[in-house]
């Protein structure tokens, strides 16, 4: 019976063979949109800051809050589409992502801006980890590719978002925050369209779980896959924690040191952030060539040196440093996403839900850490903190290399 169904829906217009670009870009459009929008909020935080008084701890649970509604939901979600994929869950998680906004453009006090933020994270949480399944299913096999395809429009969205609120969000005040539902609608009409594609995949495949591509993690010792798993960890930790410094108080710190405005320091965040999102493409193709162990030990522990350096220069190589550091760490996640679905295969939706909660998770922890810091010694000291932390990356090394024949640890 199955064989039937596929006969009759594999030549079908909307099921492309091999790679599906067309559904790849969507949704890498839609990330785009999706996280331009969560990086309004972070971008709202000078202007927050100065409204409402906060101190740089309420700003840090303000992102914590975020982030954890951005992750503590995802490994669930994923774990739930493994068993029962939703095509259309993907639209109607958008309708968190709405709500929040409208939340957020109107909100008069610390709680409702929490409850607004929430409501931003659990329309993130049922985002990514469907999402991740869905660019796998359209790889056809070239997994890290596709994966940055999808991540790039993430970190792209992340990019826009500072530069928006510098243009829309900063000059005219909280309010205009409401511009941005426009954005959420057209990505929940977007989103409905993949999930027509994502059903008649389903549909073809019979609706049992999908196989994303062979791999020789099945080989390998679960001590070592155990192992391997922890070792990502540490490089998410890495990663967002330091990362965390940048997005929430790069701007303050620049504003503090070199005498910046809002605006200024708005557009300096986008230059690191845009470096961000054409390092994640650039990660894509090289895991697929080279294997994705050595882009996740390069991409981290190869941007120490950058990091290092950047508390003890001036302006123009201060930017220079976080432009360089965005192309180079941004690969990483990527490659750390598909080499863990690599060694659990049959677990795809929740292992990017686990990943791209800890992405959100230690991020927000990391944010709020370095506020509550910040509050008892200065932003220079939790900056200069920050850029230590890549020199991690060097356990990278351990991983085996999963690809076809070369599964060797160390």
């Known amino acids: 019976m199955r064989n039937n169904v596929w006969d009759k829906l594999k030549g079908h217009p909307h099921l492309a063979q091999g790679t599906a670009y067309a559904i790849l870009f969507t949704m890498g459009a839609c990330h785009l949109l999706n996280d331009m929008i969560q990086s309004v909020i972070p971008a709202l935080y000078p202007l927050l800051k100065d409204s409402f008084g906060f101190t740089f701890a309420q700003i840090g649970v303000i992102t914590l809050v975020f982030q954890l509604t951005s992750s503590i939901f995802q490994p669930f979600i994923g774990l739930y589409a493994d068993r029962h994929p939703q095509p259309y869950s993907l639209s109607l998680g958008m309708c968190f992502t709405l709500s929040g906004l409208l939340a957020l453009a109107f909100a008069t006090n610390f709680l409702l801006i929490l409850l607004s933020v929430a409501l931003i994270g659990c329309g993130s949480s049922v985002f990514h980890p469907e999402a991740s399944r869905v660019a796998q299913m359209a790889s056809g096999g070239r997994k890290s590719l596709a994966q940055s395809i ?84 540490l490089m998410i930790f890495s990663k967002y924690f330091f990362n965390a410094c940048m997005t929430s108080y790069f701007t303050f710190y620049l504003m503090e040191k070199f005498g910046l405005t809002v605006q200024q320091s708005q557009y300096c965040l986008f230059a690191y952030l845009a470096a961000f999102a054409i390092g994640t493409l650039a990660g894509g193709f090289l895991g697929d060539r080279y294997g994705r162990k050595y882009v996740i030990l390069f991409s981290i522990l190869g941007a120490a040196p950058f990091t290092l350096a ?13 432009v360089i550091t965005g192309l180079v760490i941004a690969s990483a996640f990527s490659a750390i996403v598909v080499y863990a679905t690599d060694l659990m295969p049959d677990k795809v939706g929740m292992i990017a839900g686990i990943f791209f909660g800890l992405m959100f998770g230690l991020g927000g922890i990391g944010s709020a850490f370095f506020g509550w810091l910040a509050d008892v010694t200065s932003i220079e000291f939790i900056f200069r903190v920050s850029t230590w932390l890549p020199l991690m990356g060097v356990v990278a090394v351990f991983l085996p290399d999963v690809r076809p024949g070369k599964a060797k640890v160390g």
């Open 150 to 233: 999808f991540q790039v429009g993430g970190n792209g969205g992340s990019a826009i978002g500072p530069l928006l609120a510098a243009l829309i969000v900063i000059p005219y005040g909280q309010h205009a925050v409401g511009w941005f539902a426009l954005a959420a609608l057209l990505a929940s009409f977007l989103l409905a369209r993949v999930g027509y594609w994502y059903s008649l995949t389903l549909r073809a495949m019979g609706r049992t779980r999908h196989r994303l591509g062979e791999t020789v993690a099945g080989a390998l010792p679960r001590r070592v896959v155990r192992m391997s798993l922890g070792i990502l960890v």
């Open 310 to 322: 950047m508390p003890y220069l001036g302006l123009g190589g201060t930017l220079t440093m976080a």
